[in-house]
């Protein structure tokens, strides 16, 4: 709980959306995320698609999950910064490495895509008012 006192302390823009807004909309988005990302890996597994188209999925895996103990636990702006651009950057290479072999995968990820544009623009200007 600590840990979200330091993050409720922070300057952040006045379009930020409240605390309770992430649950759900997270919860809707690992929903998503579970069945696409899934899917993928089991074309990998039945050798329908090459390690290359998956690998952008694995590391936005990576990525996703280190923000909040990055964000939280180590308490570094900067670094969740980073952290959540590579997510917006592998998502985007996922997206695009999966379209030729399966277009609703891509398609599914949009509002990933989109929350996670929004993260990044926050998680930035967050970084940005608390140099």
């Known amino acids: 709980m600590q840990n979200y006192n330091w993050y409720s302390q922070l300057i952040k823009p006045t379009w930020s959306p409240p605390a309770w807004v992430f649950g759900p ?3 809707f988005l690992y929903a998503l995320i579970a069945i696409s990302f899934g899917k ?11 390690f290359l188209v998956v690998l952008p999925f694995v590391l ?18 900067l670094l969740a ?11 985007i290479w996922a997206m ?7 277009r609703w995968i891509t398609y599914i990820q949009i509002p990933y895509l989109l929350w996670v544009s929004f993260a990044t ?3 930035l200007t967050i970084t940005y008012l608390n140099k």
């Open 60 to 77: 936005n895996l990576i990525f996703n999950f280190s923000f909040t103990p990055i964000q939280f636990g180590l308490k570094n702006n």
């Open 40 to 50: 993928v890996f089991w074309m990998y597994f039945k050798k329908q698609i090459p």
């Open 81 to 91: 910064a980073v952290d959540i651009l590579l997510v917006l950057g592998t998502l």
């Open 96 to 102: 695009t490495a999966i379209y030729p072999y399966s």
């Open 121 to 123: 623009v926050l998680q």
């Open 25 to 27: 909309v997270w919860t």
